[in-house]
C-alpha cells in the first residue's frame, strides 16, 4: 500500500488552495441553508422559486442571507459595511479626511442617492471608521440602521487544506482517482 501524498501536476499552494475551498464548500452551504431558513427568505421572496439557478435569483438569495441591518450603535470593529447611501456631500468629506480608513465613497448609479460607502477589504471597518459612523449618527447626520455583510472565517479552512495536501494530496486527484476507478 502506498502512503505518499497523491501530487498534482500544479504547484502546491495550488493544492492548498484547492483543498481548502473544497473543504470549506459543505460548510458554507449548510451555514446557507442555516441563514435561508433564519432569515425567512423564502417567505418574502417567492420569485426565487420560480429560476432557482439564475443569475437574479441567485444573487437575491446571498443578500438576502448573508447582509443583516443592524443599528449604528452596535458596530464594532472588523464588520464589513455594505453599500451605504447617502446624499450629503458633508458624509464624504469626513470619511474622505480620514486617513486610517477602510471605507471608500462611490458615485451612486441609480437615481435615488449620490453616493454611497462600503468597506474595501475583508477585514472592515477600523475603530476609527466605528467611532466616525457613531458620532455622525449621534449628530442625526446619518440614519440609525446600517448593513453589514456577514462574514466566513477562512483562515481555519486553509489550514486544514493545508494538513490535508501534506497528509494526504490533493483532494481533487483523489476524487478524480476514485471516480475512474468506480467508472
Known sequence: MNNS??????PFSFTV?????????PFLIILLIYLINKNNVF????EVFKGFFNYKSLKLLMDSSFNKHINVADLKEGMMINNFYFDNDYVKQLIES????????????????????????AGGITKDDMYLLKIMNAQKIISNQISIKLGFPYVPAILVGLVIAIFYGD????????IIFVI
Open 98 to 121: 480620514n486617513k486610517k480608513t477602510n471605507l471608500k465613497v462611490f458615485k451612486s448609479d441609480d437615481n435615488l442617492s449620490k453616493y454611497y460607502f462600503k468597506t474595501l477589504t
Open 171 to 178: 483532494l481533487s486527484m483523489l476524487i478524480l482517482k476514485n
Open 17 to 25: 488552495m484547492l483543498n481548502s475551498i473544497l473543504v470549506s464548500f
Open 43 to 46: 417567505d418574502e421572496n417567492i
Open 5 to 10: 501524498p497523491l501530487l498534482s501536476f500544479y
